[in-house]
């Protein structure tokens, strides 16, 4: 099992930036792809992005194309997701997990979850 845990989230306005980490502990991280989700009240949990072991490989939701970039410290057994342009519609829990596949964009293809970060987005 790996533990984890997101950090960063907090309150800003459209239009700002916020950066989430994804802190890692107990098995090895670096052997993972990673992957960031998040979930709004009443909604199911969507994929946000996804990154591969070694960083090489990245993969995104239409709805944040452009806007955010997911990106891992192996070293630190740190990932972290910078999201730009900030929209109200951004709104949830985001969610860091561990990929039991590499190509996986739903949630049942992870297997280790942290608790959740709030970000929330003002108009």
């Known amino acids: 099992q790996v533990q984890l845990v997101e950090s960063g989230g907090g309150l800003v306005q459209a239009g700002g930036s916020l950066r989430l980490s994804c802190a890692a502990s107990?098995?090895?991280?670096?052997?993972?792809?990673m992957g960031w989700f998040r979930q709004a009240p009443g909604k199911g949990r969507e994929f946000v992005a996804r990154?591969?072991?070694?960083?090489?490989?990245?993969y995104y939701a239409d709805s944040v194309k452009g806007r955010f970039t997911i990106s891992r410290d192996n070293a630190k057994n740190t990932m972290y997701l910078q999201m730009n342009s900030l929209k109200p519609e951004d709104t949830a829990l985001y969610y860091c997990?561990?990929?039991?596949?590499?190509?996986?964009?739903?949630?049942?293809?992870?297997?280790?979850w942290g608790q959740g970060t709030q970000v929330t987005v003002s108009s």
């Open positions: 990154i591969s072991w070694n960083g090489g490989s990245t």
């Open positions: 107990g098995r090895t991280f670096s052997r993972y792809t």
């Open positions: 997990a561990t990929a039991v596949y590499s190509t996986a964009v739903t949630a049942g293809g992870y297997t280790d």
